[in-house]
């Protein structure tokens, strides 16, 4: 397509937009003038969906009416309400029913994985990840090596890009698990790293390494609803992801994960509470743990129902919608923003976001001036800094417009 950085063009882009109604679905946040924020921060926490509100009367009028007696006569009941979330889940991440669940938070579901995944022995103890990976992973994995006795330093391996480059090559993730995979026991990557937005080669990365006998998951924060994600076809073996960021679940809300089917019908070593217990004879409190044989069987408590109405609500318009609308949207956009990015004569600025990507671009200050992401945030752009250098922004399909992407682009580069 032969772009154009002008309003026109933007707004031409817009009314030719098939999902252009669904930003009426969400509430934009105000500046104080009254004129809606240019909200590009999609990707740390998403806008709240105006169903939302609908959804959590429904189970606090419940809650009202019925008390405890709401877990099984509510209009939803609650004894099963995380299951009428799983569908949903399963078409998102591109798995089957069974092998999705929506509970705890993000980092809780990674340590229960790990529990089940990293097994290290004397031989085989190595984790492989991203050197720039989110803290909170590199924390859980460090963690988990130390509770098995070994430091990281030994069996830690942290990718880096190729000097001069941002984005790690899948070719030199070949090659050290060609070189040291008979002691690595575990990959554990961002599936869409969150610091530069690199998308990794998902079905390449995990049948190298299962080639090799290594475990391969992901944290899929900045990827679910992102993405087009197949994790069943995959084979990967576990993932995990928060709901606020893509899923526009509201800060903090309950979390998920995916178990490969092939996983269900093992001893796995795990982490067991009682909610992952047989639900047949769940009630009769019996003294041994005996799992789901499905996803659900990593389940440890009842989740939290008001927080799950949250997500069932978002969820509800991504039923509506699917993956490949929201995908090709992403892309035009992204796409446009790009163009616009380098129209601008600058040599402060630099996208170090590969063409592997999603939603979001990666905005390298050059000298780390936070004094250009200050003075656009007083201009009504709502985006993120993260440390040392980086801007980064998420034209988000759901709910951003072309006119948003024109809007922050004139923005940047006045203060540029």
Same mark, same amino acid.
């Given at each position: 397509?032969?772009?154009?950085?002008?309003?026109?063009?933007?707004?031409?882009?817009?009314?030719?937009?098939?999902?252009?109604?669904?930003?009426?679905?969400?509430?934009?946040?105000?500046?104080?003038?009254?004129?809606?924020?240019?909200?590009?921060?999609?990707?740390?926490?998403?806008?709240?969906?105006?169903?939302?509100?609908?959804?959590?009367?429904?189970?606090?009028?419940?809650?009202?009416?019925?008390?405890?007696?709401?877990?099984?006569?509510?209009?939803?009941?609650?004894?099963?309400?995380?299951?009428?979330?799983?569908?949903?889940?399963?078409?998102?991440?591109?798995?089957?029913?069974?092998e999705?669940?929506?509970?705890?938070?993000?980092?809780?579901?990674?340590?229960l994985?790990?529990?089940?995944?990293?097994?290290?022995?004397?031989?085989?103890?190595?984790i492989?990840?991203?050197?720039?990976?989110?803290?909170?992973?590199?924390?859980?994995?460090?963690?988990?090596?130390?509770h098995?006795g070994? @430091?990281? /330093?030994?069996?830690?391996?942290?990718?880096? &890009?190729?000097?001069?480059?941002? !984005? #790690? $090559?899948?070719?030199?993730?070949?090659?050290?698990?060609?070189?040291?995979?008979?002691?690595?026991a575990?990959?554990?990557?961002?599936?869409?790293?969150?610091?530069?937005?690199?998308?990794?080669?998902?079905?390449?990365?995990?049948?190298?390494?299962?080639?090799?006998?290594?475990?391969?998951?992901?944290?899929?924060?900045?990827?679910?609803?992102?993405?087009?994600?197949?994790?069943?076809?995959?084979?990967?073996?576990?993932?995990?992801?928060?709901?606020?960021?893509?899923?526009?679940?509201?800060?903090?809300?309950?979390?998920?994960?995916?178990?490969?089917?092939?996983?269900?019908?093992s001893?796995?070593?795990?982490?067991?509470?009682?909610?992952?217990?047989?639900?047949?004879?769940?009630?009769?409190?019996?003294?041994?743990?005996?799992?789901?044989? @499905?996803? /659900?069987?990593?389940?440890?408590?009842?989740? &939290?129902?008001?927080?799950?109405? !949250? #997500? $069932?609500?978002?969820?509800?318009?991504?039923?509506?919608?699917?993956?490949?609308?929201?995908?090709?949207?992403?892309?035009?956009?992204?796409?446009?923003?790009v163009?616009?990015?380098?129209?601008?004569?600058?040599?402060?600025?630099?996208?170090?976001?590969?063409?592997?990507?999603?939603?979001?671009?990666?905005?390298?200050?050059?000298?780390?001036?936070?004094?250009?992401?200050?003075?656009?945030?007083?201009?009504?752009?709502?985006?993120?800094?993260?440390?040392?250098?980086?801007?980064?922004?998420?034209?988000?399909?759901?709910?951003?417009?072309?006119?948003?992407?024109?809007?922050?682009?004139?923005?940047?580069?006045e203060?540029?």
């Amino acid at each position: 397509m032969n772009y154009k950085n002008t309003s026109d063009f933007a707004s031409k882009l817009d009314a030719k937009d098939e999902l252009q109604h669904y930003r009426n679905e969400f509430h934009i946040p105000l500046q104080k003038n009254g004129e809606e924020h240019i909200y590009m921060c999609g990707n740390s926490l998403g806008l709240q969906p105006k169903r939302t509100k609908e959804f959590l009367n429904q189970e606090l009028e419940d809650w009202a009416t019925f008390g405890v007696e709401g877990h099984f006569h509510a209009k939803n009941p609650w004894m099963p309400y995380h299951e009428f979330l799983t569908e949903s889940y399963a078409k998102i991440v591109g798995a089957k029913p069974a092998e999705v669940v929506a509970m705890n938070t993000l980092t809780v579901n990674l340590h229960l994985m790990l529990v089940s995944f990293y097994r290290p022995t004397e031989n085989r103890h190595k984790i492989i990840i991203e050197g720039d990976a989110f803290p909170s992973d590199i924390y859980a994995v460090e963690s988990q090596i130390k509770h098995h006795g070994l @430091t990281p /330093e030994k069996s830690l391996i942290k990718l880096r &890009p190729r000097v001069g480059e941002s !984005a #790690i $090559r899948t070719e030199d993730i070949h090659e050290i698990i060609e070189r040291e995979g008979d002691e690595i026991a575990l990959i554990m990557l961002g599936g869409v790293n969150y610091y530069t937005g690199q998308v990794f080669d998902f079905e390449k990365i995990t049948k190298i390494a299962h080639n090799k006998g290594i475990n391969v998951g992901f944290d899929l924060a900045h990827a679910a609803g992102n993405i087009k994600l197949e994790l069943h076809k995959w084979g990967v073996d576990f993932a995990v992801w928060c709901s606020y960021k893509y899923l526009n679940s509201g800060p903090g809300s309950v979390a998920a994960a995916f178990i490969h089917e092939k996983h269900h019908q093992s001893n796995l070593l795990r982490f067991a509470g009682w909610w992952g217990h047989n639900k047949e004879d769940r009630f009769k409190m019996p003294d041994n743990f005996v799992p789901i044989t @499905t996803a /659900e069987g990593w389940q440890l408590s009842n989740p &939290p129902i008001l927080s799950l109405a !949250a #997500i $069932r609500a978002s969820l509800s318009i991504f039923d509506e919608v699917g993956m490949e609308k929201l995908v090709s949207k992403s892309k035009k956009l992204t796409d446009y923003l790009v163009f616009l990015l380098n129209s601008i004569e600058s040599d402060r600025i630099e996208i170090i976001t590969p063409k592997e990507r999603g939603c979001q671009l990666s905005i390298r200050v050059k000298n780390g001036d936070k004094v250009l992401f200050d003075s656009i945030t007083l201009k009504g752009v709502i985006a993120d800094w993260r440390e040392p250098d980086v801007i980064r922004v998420a034209p988000i399909p759901l709910y951003n417009s072309f006119q948003d992407v024109f809007k922050f682009y004139t923005i940047l580069e006045e203060e540029l």
